[in-house]
């Protein structure tokens, strides 16, 4: 069969943007520079033949390039791998990483250690096609390993929802090409969208209160979930930089936390203590984990933002 490259389609997945693009189209600016280093590209090939056997392979996601859908992958990153499950790739996996624990199946697969320091001579001894990974690994062992014919692939954790998209696109099309991939991709994250979407939960103005007393700013992914619900005071705050002392003049309808904040630590802070929502109790604890590992339990949320859940912090 002869192939004929018709088209180079080039489609930028910003995996590593620090934009606060939210699904009801809340947003702040884009930065243009993590824009260019992160572009998934597809090259569309066609047969000659009457069938039109269509390929979505060779894709590109964040430099790597995937020529074929790989039969053996290890991912390190927890998240990245309830995501690999949930689009129905779990069969493909042969290894995992320490903090890999979800779902239970996944504990039946060889733990490569953890993401930051992995077992890089067992990863080897294994062979992968693929290796994926949240935390980068250094250029020389990504070298090492690619000399070896065990590519590596670097997705590093979204800061925002619409990134949160893109990581379950991007990982459809490397499990089955650009176009196939993609609609898996679509497919899976559309029913986390509008489970979200559709909660009917109101927030009002809010902030998100994290440890040490840090305030989530617009460019965070704390802030982007969040905003799906209500709007964010500190929108206009990079990272958790936010200034407290103007909450003073611009009081927040409802306090949102980290669980691991004690409800004491939030009474104690002069400039939180006196807020409204601190004196009245318009304050809902949530787990951080929903943003720092997302995957598809993130909709677990809704219960904790609809105060289904009983606070355990109040100490």
């Known amino acids: 069969m002869r192939i004929k490259c018709l088209a180079v389609l080039l489609l930028a997945v910003a995996l590593v943007l620090c934009a606060c693009d939210s699904l009801d189209n809340k947003s702040t600016d884009t930065s243009i520079s993590a824009t260019e280093k992160v572009r998934v590209t597809g090259e569309l090939l066609i047969s000659d033949d009457d069938d039109d056997d269509i390929s979505g392979y060779p894709v590109t996601i964040n430099e790597t390039l995937v020529k074929s859908s790989p039969a053996k992958v290890i991912c390190l990153s927890s998240s990245l791998t309830e995501m690999i499950y949930e689009l129905g790739f779990g069969d493909r996996l042969i290894g995992r990483g320490s903090y890999c624990e979800y779902p239970e199946e996944v504990l039946s697969l060889k733990d490569y250690g953890k993401p930051s320091s992995p077992e890089l001579n067992d990863v080897r001894n294994a062979s992968p096609d693929l290796l994926i990974t949240a935390t980068s690994i250094p250029s020389k062992d990504t070298s090492a390993l690619s000399e070896l014919g065990i590519q590596v692939l670097y997705i590093p954790s979204p800061r925002s929802v619409e990134e949160y998209g893109n990581i379950y696109r991007a ?145």
């Open 171 to 315: 990982l459809g099309m490397v499990f089955e090409g650009q176009f196939a991939g993609e609609e898996t991709g679509n497919k899976t994250f559309s029913a986390i969208r509008s489970e979200l979407t559709g909660s009917g939960i109101d927030l009002g103005r809010f902030i998100y209160v994290t440890e040490g007393g840090a305030v989530a700013g617009g460019d965070t992914f704390e802030s982007s979930v969040l905003s799906l619900f209500g709007e964010n005071i500190a929108v206009s705050a990079s990272g958790y930089t936010f200034d407290k002392s103007l909450l003073a003049d611009d009081q927040p309808d409802t306090i949102v936390f980290n669980s691991d904040v004690p409800v004491s630590e939030l009474k104690s802070d002069t400039a939180l203590s006196f807020l409204d929502a601190v004196v009245s109790g318009k304050m809902i604890s949530v787990s951080n984990s929903y943003f720092e590992s997302p995957s598809g339990r993130i909709t677990g949320l809704l219960a904790e933002l609809a105060g289904e859940k009983e606070d355990e912090n109040e100490a």
